[in-house]
């Protein structure tokens, strides 16, 4: 049979270290810096309040036709951006960010009307309307940070519970870590933050832990089964053996998610790339950020060496 990794394969990974660090140190600064000069995440309708139009036109307007009617509107559609719905060609998401409790009954209504016009002999339909209040947006972007943060010190103090406190430390790490680099990702691409992002999000939280609980149980087997060997070298061990599975896992995920990114249409398209992002430095974080925070934490080898015991 195919066989991705060689049962003798030993790549010496504790060794990468410094450069893997120092790796994550500049896709963190510049995912920071990238917030700084953006003046923070570009939080879409779902956390700033606004309106969101689901229209349909004929099949014959294009996204740029569609845009540039929307530009053309003048004040009553400063800030609104226009992006295709996917599923039917024709269709248009038309988001109109405001912070005026009362929006929907004055600059929302006569952008109704002005689209209305502009495209009444293109057959335009609208085919929903979703409104957020500006106090709801607010709640829901502080409730959507606490999520985050809190998943992560959850699937940290489960690490440190179900494995040794030094596995936690470094499970929280990397998950503050693959937050950190896809937020800036986001950033950088300038990507629109919705409710769907979040969902990305905690769904990259889940699987970075998923994929670090595969590498630290066969880290803590090893120990089990050799317990005189230099934990450098045992980490190394471990981390090639499961090599395999690392890659077949995130690979076969990996084509999915570029699918869905390229084929699945506007609406998901932010939701997609957050969990490419996601994935990637997930698995890259569960080698070259987790266990080697387990392996500079060799105080605690001889306590890993007692619960291996039991």
């Known amino acids: 049979m195919f066989e991705l990794i060689k049962p003798n394969t030993n790549i010496d990974f504790m060794k990468m270290r410094p450069m893997a660090f120092t790796f994550s140190a500049i896709l963190t600064g510049l995912g920071l810096l990238a917030l700084v000069l953006r003046g923070g995440p570009n939080y879409g309708v779902d956390f700033t309040g606004g309106v969101m139009l689901h229209v349909a036109v004929d099949q014959s307007v294009t996204i740029n036709e569609m845009r540039g009617a929307v530009d053309g509107l003048g004040p009553e559609a400063e800030g609104a951006s226009v992006q295709d719905f996917g599923s039917q060609p024709g269709e248009f998401l038309v988001r109109l960010p405001s912070a005026e409790e009362n929006f929907e009954q004055t600059s929302v209504e006569n952008l109704k ?25 607010s709640d829901l972007r502080r409730r959507g940070v606490l999520s985050v943060l809190l998943s992560t010190l959850v699937m940290g103090i489960y690490i440190a519970f179900r494995f040794d406190a030094r596995f936690g430390l470094g499970v929280a790490v ?63 061990r471990s981390l090639n053996e499961t090599l395999s599975r690392t890659l077949l896992t995130g690979g076969t995920t990996f084509f999915v998610l570029v699918v869905l990114f390229f084929m699945g249409g506007g609406v998901i398209h932010a939701f997609a790339f957050t969990l490419i992002v996601g994935l990637l430095i997930g698995t890259y974080s569960s080698i070259f950020i987790a266990s080697p925070i387990v392996e500079m934490w060799k105080g605690g080898a001889s306590a890993s060496m007692s619960k291996a015991k039991a």
């Not at 800036?184 to 939280?205: F, K, P, R, S, W």
Request: net charge negative.
């Open 174 to 236: 990397a998950l503050m870590h693959d937050v950190l680099v896809t937020i800036g990702a986001l950033a950088l691409t300038n990507t629109e933050i919705d409710l769907t992002v979040v969902a990305a999000l905690l769904t990259v939280v889940g699987y970075s832990v998923n994929d670090t609980v595969v590498v630290s149980d066969r880290i803590r087997e090893n120990m089990h089964h050799s317990q005189k060997e230099d934990l450098s070298h045992l980490i190394n």
């Open 113 to 137: 009307k002005a689209l209305a016009q502009q495209f009444a002999s293109k057959g335009y339909r609208e085919l929903r309307t979703e409104v957020v209040g500006p106090r709801v947006g």
